[in-house]
């Protein structure tokens, strides 16, 4: 089983930056593939960023391509989400997520078997 933590979240102005990060543990060696989704009040979890942790093949979703950029650091099982150029659109609670068996799907929340409670972003105008 894989424990995930987030981090890093709060509250920032429009055009800042954060960094969340997602700690895993447990059976860490059985994590192909970790991703990033958020939630907003209302909306369903959408798919926001993902990487393959054996080649570091990153995928994101069309509105965060060239603001956000998915990292891992495979010593330290942890993965981040660099976040710049906020806007209010993307205030919402970011969910780290692991998948153990490389599903071929990705985008999907039914994709990833392991979840973390989430970590709240607010971008204020």
């Known amino acids: 089983q894989v424990q995930l933590v987030e981090s890093g979240g709060g509250l920032v102005q429009a055009g800042g930056s954060l960094t969340l990060s997602c700690a895993a543990s447990g059976r860490t060696l059985s994590i192909d593939r970790m991703g990033w989704f958020r939630q907003a009040p209302g909306k369903e979890r959408e798919f926001v960023a993902s990487?393959?942790?054996?080649?570091?093949?990153?995928l994101y979703t069309g509105s965060v391509k060239g603001r956000f950029t998915i990292s891992r650091d495979n010593a330290k099982n942890t993965v981040y989400l660099q976040m710049n150029s906020l806007n209010r659109e993307d205030t919402a609670c970011y969910y780290c997520?692991?998948?153990?068996?490389?599903?071929?799907?990705?985008?999907?929340?039914?994709?990833?078997?392991?979840w973390g409670r989430g970590t709240q972003v607010t971008v204020s105008s």
């Open positions: 990487i393959l942790l054996s080649s570091g093949n990153k």
């Open positions: 997520a692991a998948d153990s068996k490389l599903f071929p799907n990705p985008y999907t929340a039914t994709s990833y078997e392991s």
